[in-house]
């Protein structure tokens, strides 16, 4: 009884005494980081726990920048205050939070729809406007308002939570104005719970995370989005890679906080991230970055290179290659 309670003891104390890496933010983002997670702490043998959090973007930022965390999953770049509110940025300059900012793959937003719905095979990012503008809060609610050859139907909306950054980004790219949305729709930050909506209603339509609907592909139809520069298109890895889904393919991120960094834990976690990332992206099926992305991360973590390149602001429409160009740049 004395060896079994002394055996309790040091299980204990062993478990108390695993490092910690705590990571939040973004949902879209979750599982890049929950499957390097995984890895990296088998690879420690319980040396070190990463606990992954789903606050969604804008959620996980403001928990970053109080400094309650180490590492950010972030599907938008950070963002800076409007003039009269602080954004990310300013809050993070007042807690002293310096962070590297590291490209670690592309997503797609997908529109879903329901197996149900037989008539719509497309949308266009005009009728995308119509339906989800602040304008037509309580006006647009049927099918037919949107176009008149579609049904005289009711149309339920799922979107992301306003804590979302894939919120902010479908804003921004359909509307010309993140944050820009009506607001009687179906929100969350946690994707599973739009799929479910989408695919139990077959008067719905939503958008969420490219990979989110590859999960679920078999209780989902994906719709096709038609911009004004190309024709129908679906996401998928070469449409994403050669830059013909757009407006609605985007970076996604992590934030790394420098003073966390220097713990051990830490920068082995981040290291690890970005020199398995190339072959654990694909395999959550997101687009990973060029080989080349990666290493310059490593050296902007080298060269302590820390800030954004991206002045707070998100860019619609950018490429893979026009990523590469703009980190080079900071």
């Known amino acids: 009884m004395k060896f079994a309670w002394l055996y309790v003891f040091a299980l204990s104390i062993s478990a108390n005494a695993a490092q910690t890496v705590k990571v939040d933010g973004s949902s879209t983002v979750f599982p890049i980081t929950e499957a390097v997670a995984e890895e990296f702490q088998a690879s420690k043998r319980g040396a070190v726990k990463v606990t992954v959090g789903i606050s969604g973007t804008g959620g996980g930022f403001k928990k970053f920048c109080r400094g309650e965390t180490d590492v950010q999953n972030a599907s938008r770049p950070i963002q800076i205050g409007d003039g009269k509110t602080p954004g990310e940025m300013e809050n993070c300059k007042k807690a002293n939070i310096k962070y590297f900012e590291l490209p670690i793959a592309f997503d797609a937003t997908a529109i879903i729809v329901s197996p149900e719905n037989k008539f719509l095979e497309k949308v266009t990012v005009a009728e995308l406007k119509k339906m989800w503008e602040p304008a037509s809060e309580k006006k647009i609610m049927k099918w037919k308002d949107v176009n008149p050859a579609w049904p005289d139907q009711p149309m339920k909306l799922y979107g992301a939570g306003s804590d979302s950054g894939t919120f902010d980004y479908f804003t921004e790219a359909v509307m010309g104005k993140a944050k820009a949305s009506r607001g009687d729709y179906s929100a969350s930050e946690d994707d599973n719970v739009l799929i479910k909506g989408v695919s139990n209603d077959k008067n719905a339509i939503g958008y969420?995370?490219?990979?989110?609907?590859?999960?679920?592909?078999?209780?989902?139809?994906?719709?096709?989005?038609?911009?004004?520069?190309?024709?129908?298109?679906?996401?998928?890895?070469?449409?994403?890679?050669?830059?013909?889904?757009?407006?609605?393919?985007?970076?996604?991120?992590?934030?790394?906080?420098?003073?966390?960094?220097?713990?051990?834990?830490?920068?082995?976690?981040?290291?690890?991230?970005?020199?398995?990332?190339?072959?654990?992206?694909?395999?959550?099926?997101?687009?990973?970055?060029?080989?080349?992305?990666?290493?310059?991360?490593?050296?902007?973590?080298?060269?302590?290179?820390?800030?954004?390149?991206?002045?707070?602001?998100?860019?619609?429409?950018?490429?893979?290659?026009?990523?590469?160009?703009?980190?080079?740049?900071?």
């Not at 995370?209 to 679920?216: G, K, L, M, S, V």
């Not at 078999?218 to 998928?236: C, G, R």
């Not at 997101?286 to 302590?304: F, Q, R, S």
């Open 208 to 330: 969420v995370p490219f990979a989110y609907y590859e999960e679920n592909k078999a209780k989902l139809k994906l719709v096709a989005v038609v911009s004004p520069k190309n024709s129908p298109i679906l996401p998928s890895r070469q449409t994403v890679e050669n830059g013909t889904y757009s407006p609605l393919s985007r970076p996604v991120f992590l934030y790394v906080s420098e003073t966390s960094m220097k713990r051990p834990e830490v920068k082995e976690f981040v290291e690890f991230y970005l020199k398995n990332a190339q072959r654990l992206v694909p395999e959550v099926k997101y687009v990973p970055l060029p080989a080349e992305a990666y290493t310059l991360a490593l050296d902007h973590l080298i060269k302590g290179k820390v800030g954004t390149a991206f002045k707070g602001h998100s860019e619609v429409g950018m490429k893979i290659q026009d990523l590469l160009k703009k980190e080079k740049s900071l």
